[in-house]
T-cell receptor, first 114, second 112 residues
Framework: NAGVTQTPKFRILKIGQSMTLQCTQDMNHNYMYWYRQDPGMGLKLIYY???????DKGEVPNGYNVSRSTTEDFPLRLELAAPSQTSVYFC?????????????FGSGTQLSVL | GESVGLHLPTLSVQEGDNSIINCAYSNSASDYFIWYKQESGKGPQFIIDIRSNMDKRQGQRVTVLLNKTVKHLSLQIAATQPGDSAVYFC???????????FGPGTSLSVIP
């Protein structure tokens, strides 16, 4: 059971470039989330989804977009990368209903924008 | 606005001692609290949770205490081991919203 898988693990972007961070889970979880973690800081919620076709903004959505066409996949898109988006990005998933607060995290994507 | 914060950013303890990690929250509507452990280079992992209708919950070597009066929760680790070295996050959630909000984290270092 792979759990939550994120790709790539590391990426360096130039200012203004775009990229998609991939996230897939094989636990049939309805809820999926994207967080960013700046050095020495906690996790900030970017976007989340409660099911296929449904997405909603979190605490820091500006500069990002998401889609949820399937239960398994929840890609995060950066359209015009900026140095402020240098961070570690974590994807997570959880069950719906009771137990949805217990998040399962991927191993993260370390992104640098130079 | 919502916020979850920690009193101490770093904590060093001797192996075998007990550790106490504290967390303050400000949203009175939060009714569910979770502790996560993040080891270096990995994503956070669930440790233990507690609902607001409880004031204490015990797991294996870990205990979470909730004081709703002062909006404070703590994570106690008994007989701390080197493998407990990590960053610990508290997180909160309310029944009226789906978002899980994380605090800034405490780095725990275990001295052999």
């Amino acid at each position: 059971n792979a759990g939550v898988t994120q790709t790539p693990k590391f990426r360096i972007l130039k200012i203004g470039q775009s990229m998609t961070l991939q996230c897939t889970q094989d636990m049939n979880h309805n809820y999926m989330y994207w967080y960013r973690q700046d050095p020495g800081m906690g996790l900030k919620l970017i976007y989340y989804s409660v099911g296929a076709g449904i997405t909603d903004k979190g605490e820091v959505p500006n500069g990002y977009n998401v889609s949820r066409s399937t239960t398994e996949d929840f890609p995060l898109r950066l359209e015009l990368a900026a140095p402020s988006q240098t961070s570690v990005y974590f994807c997570a998933s959880s069950l719906s209903g009771t137990g949805r607060e217990k998040l399962f995290f991927g191993s993260g994507t370390q992104l640098s924008v130079l | 606005g919502e916020s979850v914060g920690l009193h101490l950013p770093t904590l060093s303890v001797q192996e075998g001692d007990n550790s106490i990690i504290n967390c303050a929250y400000s949203n009175s509507a939060s009714d569910y609290f979770i502790w996560y452990k993040q080891e270096s280079g990995k994503g956070p992992q669930f440790i233990i949770d507690i609902r607001s209708n409880m004031d204490k919950r015990q797991g294996q070597r870990v205990t979470v205490l909730l004081n709703k009066t002062v909006k404070h929760l703590s994570l106690q680790i008994a007989a701390t081991q080197p493998g407990d070295s990590a960053v610990y996050f508290c997180a909160e959630k309310g029944t009226s919203y789906d978002k899980v909000i994380f605090g800034p984290g405490t780095s725990l270092s275990v001295i052999p």
